[in-house]
């Protein structure tokens, strides 16, 4: 008996896709569970093993800037946001357990606390005031575009505001 395999190929191709994702997915909620538990070593390796395996996947990259961000890696935090939040534009959301816009905003919003961050920098504050005030500048168009994305993110909404979204609705009230 003879297949034709160009009929199985593409099938199994699916599956074994399918089954790698997956896997990927386990794996990063294996991360998160470590993450909540405090575990930040473990998490972020396994986050930085997700991203190696598939880079493409912009979850991975959020969650990995959180983590940086939140342990004050700020370089390396804006450097996988901005990654996260690219693949995120070009593809959408990896996982379907929240709507694309909720992400996005999350996405949006992580970067421009990064960039706030930043911003507050001895260096960055006291350096070159162009570089600060287009730091200031592009975490406040972060912060409105999250905003825009998930009119209950009031975090993003209140930095739009403070930090001189002259339209932003915070400002009308």
Do not use: C
Request: no cysteine; proline share 4%; charged share 30%.
């Amino acid at each position: 008996m003879t297949t034709d395999s160009s009929a199985v190929g593409p099938r199994v191709d699916e599956d074994a896709e399918r089954s790698m994702l997956d896997d990927l997915g386990k794996r990063f909620m294996a991360a998160m569970t470590l993450k909540n538990a405090g575990d930040v070593d473990g998490a972020e390796d396994l986050l930085r093993a997700l991203v190696k395996a598939e880079p493409r996947l912009p979850e991975p990259h959020l969650e990995l800037a959180r983590l940086l961000l939140d342990t004050d890696r700020l370089a390396e935090s804006e450097t996988h946001a901005r990654e996260g939040l690219s693949h995120l534009e070009q593809s959408g959301p990896w996982t379907d357990e929240l709507p694309e816009h909720i992400v996005k905003g999350v996405g949006y919003a992580l970067l421009a606390e990064i960039l706030r961050r930043i911003a507050d920098e001895d260096d960055v504050i006291f350096g070159d005031p162009d570089r600060f005030h287009a730091l200031v500048e592009e975490s406040k168009k972060h912060f409105q575009t999250a905003s825009d994305l998930d009119s209950d993110d009031s975090y993003s909404s209140y930095y739009a505001f403070f930090l001189g979204e002259a339209g932003h609705q915070a400002a009308k009230t």
